[in-house]
């Protein structure tokens, strides 16, 4: 330190800053500030990726520091695709969004849309503020992921999964993936469940940050469909199959995924649940798992809870809120976000009135291509391997 005009010491470096204060004013920021700070200097980075900061910010961080995201993906003849990513602003105090006219936040590649096997999902999952998509399949019959961070705007190229020689990956394949997060070792880690044609399931994981992909010993007791949802340590699965070949309703389970301990386990439904029920969805609410399903006209969303299954909600469907896509809670009183993508129409449902209004959305238009959105959950989580990785490619 060293005094001023005013005879009163000044800090002259952020070296000689308390750290106790440092920490302090850090965790009370929002992840996206932190984010650019982090880019500043090396300095800089080092106090961010602090795990002592990390564990201070998630006390202090609000449930609903969410955000929406809004993809579009280009028409392409190949079998890859370049999709743009731009945020959603929310207008405060009102249901007003508006899509970001700035140049696009990032720009990624991704396996190209089937407009003939609907509804095409741009993005595959998420978990602590990453995002993951597919590339597609490769030449060699493998397939490429990529974990994509858009707060510091960067994308990563998981290694092709590549499956044993004695069990060549052949024409007809099932696969099911997810990302989550170990807390125990402080990685993320993509879990990927294969099915060849009229052959046994198989469990491959990736460490983000690593070369490669290992296959482990354990499998679920069913085969699995649709995202992973990652809450509370787990990933969550729906299975594949509800009804026996003579349509009768089996009532299985869902599906778990313990990141520590890598083994899988068995949830339980919620008893109540009717059995000639029509979409079923997995869906993260805010570090939760909700669990949605459309039957009569309605749509009925439960949340799972430390103690079991609570129904959250029953939504009336009117004529003209058909096919609704349950997005997330809008805001910390459980307020639910419903997407209409075939109109480009969203909804909220307010949980204390029982009603439903539509959010006003400017700068969604028809454009050629395909579009969606998505809510993301900011997180502020840093992988230690995977930034050296990235900052390896940069």
């Known amino acids: 330190m060293k005094p001023n005009i005013n005879g009163l010491k000044t800090i002259d470096t952020m070296a000689e800053f308390p750290l106790e204060i440092m920490y302090d004013i850090l965790s009370r920021m929002q992840i996206r500030s932190l984010a650019r700070l982090r880019c500043v200097n090396k300095q800089w980075c080092n106090y961010i990726n602090d795990p002592y900061l990390?564990?201070?910010?998630?006390?202090?961080?609000?449930?609903?520091?969410?955000?929406?995201?809004?993809?579009?993906q280009f028409p392409s003849n190949s079998s890859k695709s370049p999709c743009t990513l731009r945020f959603l602003e929310e207008e405060e105090g009102t249901c007003t969004l508006?899509?970001?006219?700035?140049p696009p936040v990032m720009e990624f590649m991704c396996r190209r849309?089937?407009?003939?096997?609907?509804?095409?999902?741009?993005?595959?999952?998420?978990?602590?503020?990453?995002l993951y998509s597919s590339q597609g399949r490769n030449?060699?019959?493998?397939?490429?992921?990529?974990?994509?961070?858009?707060?510091?705007?960067?994308?990563?190229?998981?290694?092709?999964?590549?499956?044993?020689?004695?069990?060549p990956l052949g024409r007809f394949v099932e696969s099911s993936s997810g990302l989550g997060f170990d807390d125990s070792t402080h990685t993320f880690k993509m879990v990927c469940v294969m099915k060849k044609f009229k052959e046994d399931l198989y469990t491959m994981v990736h460490v983000l940050g690593t070369n490669s992909w290992r296959k482990i010993p354990q499998i679920p007791s069913y085969p699995i469909k649709g995202e992973g949802v990652f809450a509370n340590g787990c990933l969550h699965w729906l299975i594949r199959d509800?009804?026996?070949y003579y349509g009768v309703y089996l009532a299985k389970p869902l599906i778990s995924f313990d990141m520590a301990k890598e083994e899988f386990g068995l949830i339980n439904l919620p008893q109540e649940l009717p059995s000639n029920w029509g979409i079923v969805?997995?869906?993260?609410?805010?570090?939760?798992?909700?669990y949605v399903y459309h039957i009569r006209h309605k749509l009925v969303v439960w949340v799972l809870k430390e103690k079991g299954w609570v129904r959250h909600c029953e939504i009336e469907e009117k004529p003209s809120l058909r096919n609704l896509k349950v997005l997330g809670f809008w805001n910390v009183k459980g307020d639910v976000l419903m997407?209409?993508?075939?109109?480009?129409?969203?909804?909220?449902?307010?949980?204390?009135?029982?009603?439903?209004?539509?959010?006003?959305?400017?700068?969604?238009?028809?454009?050629?291509?395909?579009?969606?959105?998505?809510?993301?959950?900011?997180?502020?989580?840093?992988?230690p391997l995977f930034d050296q990785k990235l900052m390896k490619k940069s």
């Not at 564990?55 to 995201?69: E, N, Q, Y």
């Not at 508006?98 to 700035?102: A, T």
Request: aromatic share 8%; charged share 25%.
């Open 339 to 383: 997407l209409d993508k075939c109109h480009h129409r969203m909804f909220v449902y307010n949980l204390k009135s029982d009603t439903v209004d539509e959010v006003s959305l400017i700068g969604w238009n028809d454009t050629a291509g395909v579009e969606d959105i998505r809510m993301y959950q900011r997180s502020f989580v840093f992988n």
């Open 113 to 130: 849309a089937n407009r003939c096997l609907p509804p095409f999902e741009i993005v595959l999952g998420s978990c602590n503020g990453l």
């Open 54 to 72: 990390e564990v201070m910010h998630a006390k202090r961080a609000p449930l609903t520091d969410a955000m929406l995201i809004k993809f579009h």
């Open 242 to 244: 509800r009804y026996d």
């Open 139 to 167: 030449p060699d019959g493998s397939t490429t992921l990529v974990a994509i961070n858009p707060l510091r705007r960067e994308c990563y190229k998981l290694p092709p999964i590549n499956t044993p020689k004695s069990e």
């Open 98 to 102: 508006e899509v970001r006219k700035k």
């Open 281 to 290: 969805r997995l869906v993260y609410l805010h570090g939760e798992v909700g």
